[in-house]
């Protein structure tokens, strides 16, 4: 339990661990609305392809983000059923039973929209979770937000939390993996009877595990104030994210893809879409 | 004036309630700026309360205390209160429940930052002061890579970082391993040696105690004893009726003392001390032969 890396990050040197976090977050927010704005067959192939190189680039390993895939398997498959068996067509069914009829743009559909959130998960994947570690992403999205600090939304406090969060994670880890030693050690089992008699075994890991978290919280507290935490106000930073000429290239890039993902629906000469 | 002057200082927790627990009472002391000293005390002795009065995260309910030129007081502003504690860096015992950052150098920089201090002296402070505890080498090292000795130096680092005039440390000691205690105590003779900064050691192991220049004996939140370490050490019947035991040297020292070699001399410190006094004593007890 204690080596486990907490997220999803993948340290490295790629193209796409270098970008700024910052950019990296709006170039992902331009590539989420390209997903959603793909309309036929072809801005969907355009977007694979897209997808397929940011992979490569990140050499993250093609098994590591097909595992991303995992989880969400079971919503795939129940897009594509209903995307199959809902939708209806112009044409003649290509198959009929019951009160079911499957049509050619169903198929087509089910396979757009299976693609459209595989894609979504490996992209979003590569571009943000396992090439920013989520201490770059803390700092990106402080940034990012910083003109709300303006109209009094506590953005500093946010990023702190997130930060202290990320810090103690494992220290936490650490603590459950001691206190579960010490229920086995006194004969608790975690790993066998049913589902509720396990979930009921928690409890007592819970407990001491609040209760301590509690108290590291108000020692951590004394010890921010000793070394004079007073808030966001007035602070310097250590690590000052700079944009590189490199990161416009890239918002540059994907404000291109965005505009073609248009062009394409608009003139695609091949018109299947659903 | 001093570092720091207590006079008649008293604090009682939950002040006025029904539940008020005196914890210290009437104490009078003062430490000078580049000294190096021991607060001892056994658990619940008040000796961590009156940690936390030096650095204000509490404030004396009785009594007069000036720190660093500043006169406490309930009425202090924000900023004075900011530039007590900028002056009165403080270590803690659990060295995992101070760290704020991801990495090591980020958290040194936590107090700096907190500070305003601008580029490049920034960068400059964190790398001198994790180099002055040895830890240069783990800049990017996350907390829980390191050992608790490692966790308190940076701890230590981040203290220094914000250079103040002061550092005290509260049982920084207590949760290490014995080499990692070790560490902690060679970075705080170093920055006192080195750097004149003041130390101020809260803690129960008297091997520890024995080292600093001064120590101050606390007892049921009363000043006990202030002296040097020979006169403290001096006092071993004292020191046993506030439930404070001597080093092992100290102790078989006091024992042969009470044995009937009185020509002892009762304020050893070191172990190679207490060797040296005993061959002495029984040289001359041999008559001088060899």
């Known amino acids: 339990m204690k080596n486990n890396t907490f997220g999803q990050y993948f340290p490295g040197n790629s193209l796409l661990h270098r970008m700024d976090p910052r950019m990296k977050l709006i170039v992902t927010i331009l590539y989420i609305v390209m997903i959603f704005c793909a309309k036929n067959v072809l801005s969907f192939a355009f977007l694979l392809l897209l997808t397929v190189f940011l992979i490569l680039i990140s050499r993250i390993s093609v098994r590591i983000v097909l595992r991303s895939i995992r989880p969400i398997i079971f919503i795939v498959l129940f897009t594509v059923v209903f995307n199959i068996f809902l939708t209806g067509g112009t044409g003649e069914p290509l198959a009929a039973f019951w009160i079911f009829e499957i049509y050619r743009e169903g198929i087509v559909r089910a396979i757009l929209m299976a693609l459209r959130v595989i894609i979504l998960i490996t992209g979003t994947g590569v571009l943000l979770t396992y090439t920013t570690s989520p201490i770059a992403l803390a700092d990106a999205i402080e940034s990012l937000l910083g003109p709300l600090k303006k109209i009094h939304v506590p953005v500093h406090e946010f990023a702190m939390m997130m930060t202290i969060a990320l810090r103690f994670i494992p220290t936490l880890i650490e603590e459950t993996d001691r206190i579960m030693s010490a229920l086995k050690a006194r004969g608790a089992d975690f790993s066998n009877g049913s589902i509720v008699k396990r979930v009921k075994a928690l409890i007592p890991i819970l407990i001491p595990l609040f209760v301590s978290a509690f108290k590291r919280a108000e020692e951590l507290a004394v010890a921010m104030e000793c070394r004079c935490y007073r808030g966001g106000e007035g602070r310097t930073k250590l690590h000052v994210l700079h944009y590189r000429f490199s990161d416009f290239v890239w918002l540059f890039f994907f404000v291109l893809f965005l505009v073609s993902v248009f062009l394409i629906n608009a003139f695609s000469p091949i018109k299947i879409a659903y | ?290």
């Open chain 2, 1 to 290: 004036m001093s570092f720091i002057e207590a006079e008649h200082v008293s604090f009682t927790y939950d002040d006025g309630t029904p539940e008020s627990v005196p914890a210290l009472r009437d104490m009078t002391l003062t430490i000078e700026e580049r000294e190096y000293v021991a607060v001892l005390g056994h658990n619940g002795s008040g000796k961590s309360t009156f940690a936390k009065l030096l650095n204000l995260i509490l404030l004396p309910t009785e009594g007069k205390l000036s720190v660093a030129g500043h006169t406490v007081s309930e009425e202090m502003s924000e900023d004075d209160v900011f530039a007590v504690r900028r002056q009165v860096g403080m270590v803690f015992q659990n060295p995992d429940n101070q760290m704020v950052a991801t990495t090591v150098e980020e958290d040194v920089a936590f107090g700096p930052e907190n500070l305003g201090i601008p580029h490049p002296e920034l960068a400059e402070r964190v790398s001198g002061a994790l180099e002055c505890v040895g830890m240069s080498a783990f800049a990017r090292h996350a907390p829980h890579q390191l050992s608790g000795g490692q966790k308190q130096r940076v701890a230590i680092a981040g203290i220094i970082a914000m250079m103040p005039r002061c550092i005290v440390f509260d049982e920084s000691t207590a949760m290490l391993d014995p080499v990692g205690r070790s560490e902690v105590m060679a970075t705080m003779e170093k920055l006192n040696r080195e750097q004149g900064i003041t130390i101020i050691h809260i803690t129960h192991y008297m091997e520890e105690a024995a080292r600093a220049n001064r120590i101050i004996v606390i007892n049921d939140g009363e000043l006990f004893m202030d002296g040097t370490p020979r006169e403290v050490f001096s006092r071993a019947e004292e020191l046993r009726s506030v439930g404070l035991e001597l080093t092992q040297s100290g102790e078989l020292i006091h024992e042969l003392r009470l044995a009937g070699m009185a020509d002892l001399p009762n304020d050893c410190l070191t172990e190679d001390e207490c060797v040296e006094a005993i061959l002495r004593a029984y040289r001359a007890r041999n008559g001088g032969a060899s």
